[in-house]
């Protein structure tokens, strides 16, 4: 009982300085320390992520450029001599800018489904959920650095393709080159994000790329007008979200798009930031319920 009420008259004394309160070093149990957004903790996470693909960059940046030049290479070769041309361009100008969306897009999936999946899998799960991250900065840190690699992707693929002889870009309408590659970037950034949440091992993962992101890349006219196809398919096309992000980028070369008048752009822009909001919302509550990560 003595040396409790020495302690406690220490503490007394250690909590006045000149008859005025001295501030805790450490808060009360239960008062949050960091208010607001976690600005060091969000910068760490992003950094961490751009670092993780950055250190193997052979297979993430330069391979799907490669890859994608050799898409541009056989079409080209396949179609473009025999004169065919789509809305009074060389076929090469038509895909190229299909290509290049469609690679960002690929890659931001890529990197945002690896996040999660590979911390379940290695144990290390705890690194990112036991941080002061809110599910707010946990998904953003994550989607901002898939679009950071989809962008270097980006770029370094449309470097190749300007190097590359008979095929030319223009940016005939810049807001719709950089509004529609954001637009996908960031919607297979959170598709990739639910995908990690919900696989348990990377079976699941590639079943996903496979099965769902491949077959929408490939059928939302990246290497054809949907005008060659039936009205129904045509009608199937204009559900595909892929459709309007290609078709919207294509748009900021080309001036031209499957999309039609340049109103219904702006409409199709209008309706990609609001169907990403949605999907984001959807993507944050997963997060935050925990599942498939806390229990």
Not at 8 to 17: E, I, L, N, P, V
Not at 26 to 42: D, E, K
Not at 117 to 145: F, H, N, R, W, Y
Request: aromatic content about 12%; overall charge positive.
């Amino acid at each position: 009982m003595a040396q409790q009420a020495n302690l406690a008259d220490t503490r007394s004394k250690q909590s006045t300085h000149n008859g005025a309160p001295v501030p805790d070093r450490f808060a009360q149990r239960g008062v949050p320390v960091i208010t607001g957004i976690n600005r060091v903790g969000l910068w760490s996470l992003y950094i961490k992520e751009v670092r993780r693909f950055l250190k193997v960059q052979t297979q993430t940046i330069w391979a799907p450029a490669i890859t994608t030049l050799l898409f541009l290479v056989i079409f080209t070769v396949a179609l473009g001599r025999s004169g065919h041309g789509v809305y009074g361009y060389p076929f090469g100008d038509f895909v190229a800018p299909g290509l290049i969306v469609m690679g960002m897009m690929q890659n931001s999936f890529a990197n945002s489904s690896f996040s999660l999946l590979a911390g379940k899998i290695q144990g290390t799960i705890i690194d990112l959920l036991m941080p002061p991250l809110s599910e707010g900065e946990l998904m953003t840190g994550i989607v901002a650095a898939a679009v950071t690699r989809a962008l270097l992707v980006g770029c370094t693929v449309a470097a190749a393709m300007w190097l590359y002889p008979n095929v030319h870009l223009h940016a005939v309408e810049p807001w719709a080159i950089v509004w529609f590659g954001l637009m996908g970037a960031i919607l297979l950034a959170l598709m990739g994000l639910l995908a990690s949440i919900w696989a348990e091992k990377f079976d699941h993962n590639a079943a996903v790329t496979n099965f769902v992101i491949a077959p929408l890349s490939l059928l939302s006219g990246t290497f054809y007008t949907i005008d060659h196809l039936h009205g129904v398919f045509q009608t199937i096309s204009r559900f595909n979200p892929f459709f309007y992000i290609i078709s919207g980028f294509r748009y900021g070369f080309l001036g031209q798009s499957d999309i039609g008048s340049a109103q219904a752009i702006v409409w199709a822009a209008v309706g990609l930031g609001v169907f990403n909001a949605a999907f984001g919302l959807l993507v944050y509550r997963v997060l935050r319920s925990g599942w498939n990560l806390k229990s």
